[in-house]
């Protein structure tokens, strides 16, 4: 079955660190740029961060540049959004996506990371 | 503050036509594919426009999309009560180096 499963998120003190997971199976995965986009509660989509297939070119968008890192492991059909020096203000609904914005884009169905005292 | 920029809401009545705008600029929509997204509470957002026009396979007819120099149009035809959800247009933005959501419009169907 073609799909994306995220883990990884839950409740962090700010200043805190947190890695999210997203495994993807039925497809080739190395073919395809993956991104993370976020949804605040109340709030609208925001596009985080994208990696290409083979790992040489990655984006993010500024508010989190310098704090997290995406990565991708396309041994294991796996990318991850390693995030550092956490914010009240990341707390969100984070998607995984492959190929957003063309024909093949698939969402996760998300994971929820709050960042609170 | 979003580069994009969109209605937050419309609405219209069931068999209605509705359109939703969206206005960027030349280093997103100017230069760039729109996408159109649905989202419905509690689900992921679902593509429902691609490449300014294009609809992925099982997204019904009744959605369109256009687009004109730094503008976008996302038309809903036949409003239908499941058509309630916030729809959102995307780019990529040359200038910022980042993929660009607008604010989001939520459409009512009253």
């Known amino acids: 079955e073609v799909q994306l499963v995220e883990s990884g998120g839950g409740l962090v003190q700010p200043g805190g660190s947190l890695r999210l997971s997203c495994a993807a199976s039925g497809f080739t995965f190395s073919n395809y740029w993956m991104s993370w986009v976020r949804q605040a509660p109340g709030k609208g989509l925001e596009w985080v961060a994208n990696i290409k297939g083979d790992g040489s070119e990655r984006y993010y968008v500024a508010s989190v540049r310098g704090r997290f890192t995406i990565s991708r492991d396309n041994a294991k059909n796996s990318v991850h959004l390693q995030m550092n020096t956490l914010r009240a203000e990341d707390t969100a609904v984070y998607f995984c996506?492959?190929?957003?914005?063309?024909?093949?884009?698939?969402w996760g169905q998300g994971t929820l990371v709050t960042v609170s005292s | 503050q979003s580069v994009l920029t969109q209605p937050p809401s419309t609405s219209g009545t069931p068999g209605q036509r509705v359109t939703i705008s969206c206005s960027g600029s030349?280093?997103?929509?100017?230069?760039?594919?729109v996408n159109w997204y649905q989202h419905l509470p509690g689900k992921p957002p679902q593509l429902l426009i691609y490449s300014n026009y294009q609809r992925p396979s099982g997204v019904p007819d009744r959605f369109s999309g256009s687009k004109s120099g730094t503008s976008a149009s996302l038309a809903i035809s036949g409003l239908q009560s499941e058509d309630e959800a916030d729809y959102y247009c995307a780019a990529w933005d040359d200038r910022l180096n980042a993929y660009v959501f607008g604010p989001g419009t939520e459409v009512a169907v009253l």
């Open positions: 996506v492959r190929a957003i914005g063309i024909q093949e884009s698939l």
């Open positions: 030349s280093s997103n929509i100017g230069n760039n594919p």
